[in-house]
């Protein structure tokens, strides 16, 4: 039976807002000022924050909601309270195990599509902020040039801060972009399950839970914009 009400709206409109933190991520190449407050110390600070939200829900609001629903639905009448408490304690840490083992299996997928998803995430930010350096020095040059250099370099150029490259470094960071994307969906999945789940049961641990993996998809749409971007040149390509 399909579920349907406002409770839902609110499970299906959270999994759109978390969804929508990585499109917001991903915007950081449209300006090279957020690109250098996006240093691994801010992003370090946001990553353990929306860890320390989601390990606290987990553990604190959602494993207990579940031990109280398996308890409910795996009392009978021949059993006894304490009995189905502790058949509820042990089918919720048997749960709480596959989930573990499934997110396991889950990252090895990962990391064989993408090796080097999650290094790159916050040592990029790195040699993106040099590019634009690198770009601005250029352009400073240009516009202290003599008059005739000026007409010498009157030559339309691309907009932004695309990089000279050769085709091999533009195909090796627009694979690894497409890559990237490719993992941070797979590895999404079981969030967006999470906070469905968190949300039906309870609104307060859903946006609980939609707060810090959306801080989490930001970084994400970080490291699948800007390798993307930097190897095509089109702020809309690393968006979409």
Same mark, same amino acid.
């Given at each position: 039976? =399909? ?12 999994? /759109? ?5 990585? =499109?917001?991520?991903? @915007?950081?190449?449209?300006?090279? &000022? ?5 240093? #691994?110390?801010?992003?370090? %600070? !946001? ?7 989601? @390990?606290? =829900? ?18 009978? $009448? ?25 997110? +396991?299996? =889950? ?7 993408? #090796? $080097?998803? $999650?290094?790159?995430?916050? $040592?990029?930010?790195?040699?993106? &902020? ?16 003599? #008059? ?16 000279? @490259?050769?085709?091999?470094?533009? &195909?090796?960071?627009? &694979? ?13 999945? #079981? ?8 949300? /039906? ?8 839970? !939609? ?11 970080? !490291? %699948?914009?800007?390798?993307? +971007? ?11």
């Amino acid at each position: 039976m =399909i579920q349907t009400g406002h409770a839902v709206a609110v499970a299906f409109a959270l999994n /759109i807002a978390t969804g929508a933190a990585t =499109i917001l991520g991903g @915007m950081v190449i449209f300006s090279k &000022r957020l690109v250098y407050l996006a240093n #691994p110390l801010s992003l370090a %600070v !946001a990553l353990s924050i929306s860890s320390g939200v989601m @390990m606290f =829900i987990s553990l604190v609001e959602i494993f207990g909601e579940s031990v109280n629903l398996l308890t409910e639905g795996l009392h009978t $009448e021949d059993m006894t309270e304490e009995t189905a408490t502790g058949h509820g304690w042990l089918a919720a840490t048997a749960c709480f195990a596959v989930g573990i083992a499934l997110i +396991y299996a =889950i990252d090895v997928v990962v990391h064989k599509l993408s #090796p $080097e998803h $999650e290094m790159t995430e916050i $040592e990029n930010l790195g040699d993106i &902020r040099e590019s634009m350096e690198q770009c601005e020095s250029e352009k400073m040059n240009v516009k202290t040039s003599t #008059p005739c250099i000026e007409a010498q370099v009157q030559t339309p150029q691309p907009t932004g801060y695309y990089i000279n @490259m050769d085709e091999s470094a533009k &195909r090796a960071l627009q &694979r690894m972009g497409v890559l990237s994307a490719l993992a941070i969906g797979i590895h999404n999945l #079981p969030e967006g399950i999470a906070t469905y789940v968190g949300a /039906i049961q309870n609104s307060s641990v859903g946006f609980s839970l !939609a707060v810090g993996i959306g801080l989490h998809n930001i970084l994400e749409g970080i !490291a %699948v914009a800007a390798p993307i +971007y930097f190897a095509t040149g089109s702020r809309w390509r690393g968006i979409l």
